[in-house]
């Protein structure tokens, strides 16, 4: 008798665990555009090629405006969370995501960061995530597209510099070039995105 | 004839006004703020010597090549890290150290605000960095990274001495 009202309790459980199963995912998968996120696409710069072209829409390397923004971005797989900035031209414009930080166009923080999250692509964004730096590139002195605000790392440690095929990133690089942002695999530096071509 | 005369009037009236509308515009164009002095697309190799810089370390070695085989180590990404000098170089630093050592991996800095910036940096990938407590003097030598931090005017890099720089 115990026996049979503990086998109607656990196959009332289950009938009760599977479809809360199945449906939460759902319900907690689609929260981004159910809080509101939209792809705002507003006033995004032209995207520059070469140095000249760089300094005239971005200024100088290392100036006030290539770190006037900021947001943070969690890794999925460390769960640290990273802050970083970037160009004022790129993000910072309020959206109902992103609060009003005095930014000019939506493009990083709301939309190439909403439609990752939206496509529950954040998997596969990996710790070491870094943004604006006042430096050279690696092994040159070159400015690197960092200096300027432009450019991005995500999974930096496992999308290594000197690596010219691309495993995490590659799932949501196509976001990333919809939005005017070139992918450093070309020079197998997979974890680097930058707005700008021919630098 | 008259027909001639109206043509040749609409003419003259709308290349006037054209004209006008041309002039209107680029007397109102937007003049671009100043963006600081061009700096070019490579990095000075400045030495700041005599100057009292900010140093951040990565670490001490009694050899060069130790020193290089360390530094190739590090990951700062895509971004060049420290750089391999000399401790001579800069008076004041193996007293600061207090480790016997000839080459550290160093970047050197002329304002608290940068070093304080790279120190971020290297903590963003798990790497070492100990700023000095007491700037030191930069006798020359090799680059050491100087000039890789924003000038407090916002304007582009720090490309000069600053006041606290200064001896």
Same mark, same amino acid.
């Given at each position: 008798?115990?026996?049979?009202?503990?086998?109607?309790?656990?196959?009332?459980?289950?009938?009760?665990?599977?479809?809360?199963?199945?449906?939460?995912?759902?319900?907690?998968?689609?929260?981004?555009?159910?809080?509101?996120?939209?792809?705002?696409?507003?006033?995004?710069?032209?995207?520059?090629?070469?140095?000249?072209?760089?300094?005239?829409?971005?200024?100088?390397?290392?100036?006030?405006?290539?770190?006037?923004?900021?947001?943070?971005?969690?890794?999925?797989?460390?769960?640290?969370?990273?802050?970083?900035?970037?160009?004022?031209? +790129?993000?910072?414009?309020?959206?109902?995501?992103?609060?009003?930080?005095?930014?000019?166009?939506?493009?990083?923080?709301?939309?190439?960061?909403?439609?990752?999250?939206?496509?529950?692509?954040?998997?596969?964004?990996?710790?070491?995530?870094?943004?604006?730096?006042?430096?050279?590139?690696?092994?040159?002195?070159?400015?690197?597209?960092?200096?300027?605000?432009?450019?991005?790392?995500?999974?930096?440690?496992?999308?290594? +510099?000197?690596?010219?095929?691309?495993?995490?990133?590659?799932?949501?690089?196509?976001?990333?070039?919809?939005?005017?942002?070139?992918?450093? +695999?070309?020079?197998?530096?997979?974890?680097?995105?930058?707005?700008?071509?021919?630098? | 004839?008259?027909?001639?005369?109206?043509?040749?009037?609409?003419?003259?009236?709308?290349?006037?006004?054209?004209?006008?509308?041309?002039?209107?515009?680029?007397?109102?164009?937007?003049?671009?703020?100043?963006?600081?002095?061009?700096?070019?697309?490579?990095?000075?190799?400045?030495?700041?010597?005599?100057?009292?810089?900010?140093?951040?370390?990565?670490?001490?070695?009694?050899?060069?090549?130790?020193?290089?085989?360390?530094?190739?180590?590090?990951?700062?990404?895509?971004?060049?890290?420290?750089?391999?000098?000399?401790?001579?170089?800069?008076?004041?630093?193996?007293?600061?150290?207090?480790?016997?050592?000839?080459?550290? !991996?160093?970047?050197?800095?002329?304002?608290?605000?940068?070093?304080?910036?790279?120190?971020?940096?290297?903590?963003?990938?798990?790497?070492?960095?100990?700023?000095?407590?007491?700037?030191?003097?930069?006798?020359?030598? !090799?680059?050491?990274?100087?000039?890789?931090?924003?000038?407090?005017?916002?304007?582009?890099?720090?490309?000069?001495?600053?006041?606290?720089? !200064?001896?």
């Amino acid at each position: 008798m115990r026996t049979g009202s503990h086998g109607r309790g656990g196959l009332r459980f289950v009938s009760i665990a599977i479809p809360i199963a199945v449906v939460l995912p759902l319900i907690v998968a689609f929260h981004w555009t159910r809080l509101g996120w939209r792809d705002g696409h507003v006033n995004y710069p032209s995207r520059p090629s070469g140095y000249t072209q760089i300094v005239n829409r971005f200024g100088q390397p290392c100036n006030a405006e290539a770190r006037a923004i900021s947001m943070r971005w969690t890794a999925a797989d460390t769960g640290v969370t990273y802050s970083f900035r970037f160009h004022r031209k +790129l993000g910072g414009r309020p959206t109902a995501m992103v609060s009003d930080k005095g930014g000019r166009s939506t493009n990083l923080d709301n939309d190439v960061y909403g439609h990752i999250q939206n496509a529950h692509l954040q998997p596969y964004i990996k710790h070491g995530i870094y943004g604006y730096a006042c430096r050279a590139k690696r092994n040159s002195n070159e400015w690197s597209t960092h200096a300027f605000g432009i450019a991005v790392d995500v999974s930096s440690a496992e999308e290594y +510099l000197g690596k010219c095929t691309s495993t995490i990133n590659r799932n949501h690089a196509s976001i990333w070039q919809g939005h005017g942002w070139y992918w450093g +695999l070309a020079f197998c530096d997979p974890m680097h995105f930058q707005y700008a071509i021919n630098y | 004839m008259k027909r001639r005369q109206a043509v040749v009037v609409g003419l003259v009236v709308g290349v006037t006004a054209s004209a006008g509308v041309i002039a209107a515009a680029a007397g109102k164009a937007p003049v671009r703020p100043s963006q600081g002095p061009p700096v070019g697309p490579m990095v000075r190799a400045d030495t700041g010597a005599g100057e009292l810089l900010l140093v951040v370390v990565g670490g001490v070695f009694s050899s060069r090549a130790e020193a290089e085989a360390a530094n190739e180590t590090l990951a700062f990404g895509d971004l060049q890290g420290y750089y391999v000098v000399p401790v001579a170089q800069f008076q004041g630093f193996r007293q600061q150290v207090g480790e016997p050592s000839d080459f550290a !991996l160093v970047s050197a800095f002329r304002t608290e605000e940068g070093a304080q910036a790279f120190v971020e940096l290297a903590a963003t990938f798990g790497n070492t960095a100990t700023i000095l407590p007491e700037r030191v003097r930069s006798l020359g030598g !090799l680059y050491a990274g100087l000039g890789q931090e924003a000038s407090p005017d916002g304007t582009g890099p720090l490309l000069g001495p600053s006041e606290e720089s !200064l001896p």
